[in-house]
């Protein structure tokens, strides 16, 4: 199993980037899928996650509005739509799946960087 992240970069801030998290071996189909960050110095956090079906969503406050979670189950992919980038949004974003919470992550992906300059 693996989950191949890509689609980081250097963006000045209020610009946009997508993040793509291609799996491998197997069917996404029963799994939540979802992106966490982690800033230097910090946790890592949950920023996004989908349901299996696609129709339930999260985000954590910061992001809201500014993020969007895609996913397509026929591609094996999930996507992060990010737009109006901050400094603070400054991280290394990883994919993940789980079929539960996200205490427990089944895979996880290779970070990308994401850099936002001011």
């Known amino acids: 199993v693996q989950l191949q992240a890509s689609g980081g970069g250097l963006v000045q801030a209020g610009g946009s980037l997508r993040l793509s998290c291609v799996a491998s071996g197997l069917s996404i189909g029963s799994y939540i899928m979802g992106w966490f960050r982690q800033a230097p110095g910090e946790e890592r956090e949950v920023v996004a996650g989908i349901g299996w079906r696609g129709g339930t969503s999260y985000y954590v406050d910061s992001v809201k509005g500014r993020f969007t979670i895609p996913r397509d189950n026929a591609k094996r992919s999930v996507y992060l739509q990010m737009n109006s980038l901050r400094p603070e949004d400054t991280a290394v974003y990883y994919c993940?799946?789980?079929?539960?919470?996200?205490?427990?992550?089944?895979?996880w992906g290779q970070g990308t960087e994401v850099t936002v300059s001011s």
């Open positions: 993940a799946i789980t079929t539960a919470t996200w205490a427990r992550v089944n895979y």
